[in-house]
């Protein structure tokens, strides 16, 4: 651990995940070229929706680490060959986090008008999804024929990760055109916080048509929504209080109504109820919390429960790694009578861990978040890389996991990114002048702006 005190021992950590980064997106460059992720097994690219997500995704991190012929070579190639307006189903939600967030970044890094304007073309294209009755927009459209639908194992209602995590994205938009348009289709925090709580905790499922909830979570499907309650109040001055007040007092009301400890390990996590029927369940998505909560603690210090929160939650988070045979955590664990196994032992590059981390460090600075990151790394080196880029492992319990033959776009927008700034110093994208989007792009603070 004494290593991690010595400037020149954490500047070659830093050149260590740049090198890494960079390889693993050349090997997308040069074999997936225009797909939205990467087999590294197999050697393509696959995609969901057609759009680019992994080179919309590393325009911020390439930016990050001053990689600029990659950063250049990746937006000559986007800003030239990108068509949103083709005859092809796409998602609402992935494709603001992941194209107009990474957009927003890059123009506001480059000031090139050129990346905000391929933003706006597609806000334009994803406008008509939000014509619903509640105004809260489908979860996918056809920008060729305007059709819209649902997920389909979720017929007439909306995510709540997935309606109240495009704040960010919109609310820059408007800032930086000038134009209302964007900002007035997300503006509906307000109606969520006041028709569909109970009491003060979101549910993760809001009707499209009416008001009928039936979900509670922390985990998938609500887990973003929170995390830009917070955001938002950080990222827009005039919000603040509202946004802020929302946050806490879903936190406050969620450790008194979800927050649980297993028998088995004694771990403390916040269970998710489904019809009023209580789930207990972690999953690596709610590795996210800690971070938030350390971010919250930074911003709002009369807050006392939200360190205290967080260091409780990553116990947690930590201790799930540490139990399994890789060092990586899996994607989902179920509590049972007989104890807990890993319903889905499969490791997908996530970043949520890393992220609170990274927060840690920054509000807290112990040398222990730094040790915890190298050890993840190393990790992440010896049982998902393959040739120079990386592989979700199907089995993290195991000390031979297998692949899974997919790099999805987040670790090159997320896990890499957030690496490689635990072993930056903190006036490096400083959480003072930014907050981060759910997919880990650095947008600027409104009062830092202008």
């Not at 109240?164 to 348009?181: A, C, D, P, R, V």
């Not at 549910?203 to 985990?219: A, G, K, M, R």
């Not at 990553?314 to 955590?329: A, P």
Request: charged share 20%; with cysteine.
């Amino acid at each position: 651990m004494l290593q991690l005190h010595d400037p020149n021992y954490i500047k070659s950590l830093r050149e260590e995940i740049k090198f890494e980064f960079k390889n693993a997106f050349n090997e997308y460059m040069e074999n997936a070229l225009g797909y939205d992720h990467y087999s590294p097994i197999t050697r393509h690219g696959y995609s969901q929706f057609g759009l680019k997500f992994s080179l919309f995704d590393s325009l911020d991190t390439l930016l990050l680490m001053n990689l600029t012929e990659e950063f250049e070579n990746a937006s000559k190639y986007v800003l030239q060959t990108t068509n949103f307006t083709k005859n092809s189903t796409i998602s609402v939600f992935e494709s603001t986090i992941r194209d107009i967030g990474g957009l927003i970044s890059a123009y506001e890094q480059t000031g090139q008008r050129k990346f905000l304007d391929l933003a706006e073309k597609l806000a334009l294209v994803l406008e008509p999804a939000f014509k619903t009755p509640t105004g809260f927009p489908y979860a996918y459209i056809n920008p060729g024929t305007n059709y819209t639908e649902d997920h389909i194992w979720n017929i007439q209602k909306s995510l709540l990760s997935d309606i109240g995590s495009l704040q960010i994205e919109f609310y820059s938009l408007t800032y930086h055109t000038g134009n209302m348009k964007y900002w007035n289709l997300v503006n509906y925090i307000e109606t969520i916080a006041n028709k569909y709580i109970l009491p003060s905790i979101y549910f993760s499922y809001q009707s499209t048509y009416s008001e009928v909830p039936t979900s509670l979570s922390f985990d998938a499907f609500g887990d973003s929504y929170y995390e830009y309650l917070l955001k938002m109040a950080l990222l827009a001055p005039q919000n603040s209080t509202l946004y802020s007040d929302y946050f806490i007092t879903a936190i406050k009301q969620a450790s008194k109504q979800l927050l649980v400890t297993s028998r088995h390990k004694h771990l403390e996590f916040f269970k998710t109820t489904v019809y009023g029927q209580s789930k207990h369940q972690i999953s690596h998505l709610s590795y996210f919390l800690p971070g938030i909560l350390y971010l919250a603690s930074r911003e709002y210090p009369n807050f006392k429960l939200s360190e205290e929160l967080a260091d409780r939650l990553m116990e947690t988070s930590v201790k799930l790694h540490k139990m399994t045979k890789t060092g990586l955590s899996g994607d989902v664990l179920v509590f049972g009578e007989n104890g807990m196994t890993w319903e889905d032992s499969t490791y997908k590059l996530r970043p949520e861990y890393i992220e609170s981390l990274f927060y840690q460090w920054r509000v807290k600075h112990k040398t222990m978040s730094r040790r915890l990151a190298e050890d993840f790394f190393n990790s992440l080196k010896k049982y998902s890389k393959i040739g120079n880029a990386y592989s979700s492992v199907s089995n993290v319990d195991s000390s031979f996991p297998g692949y899974e033959d997919q790099m999805d776009s987040f670790f090159l927008a997320e896990t890499m990114k957030y690496l490689y700034l635990i072993f930056c110093d903190d006036d490096v994208i400083s959480l003072d002048d930014y907050v981060f989007t759910t997919q880990g792009h650095y947008i600027k603070k409104k009062d830092h702006r202008r």
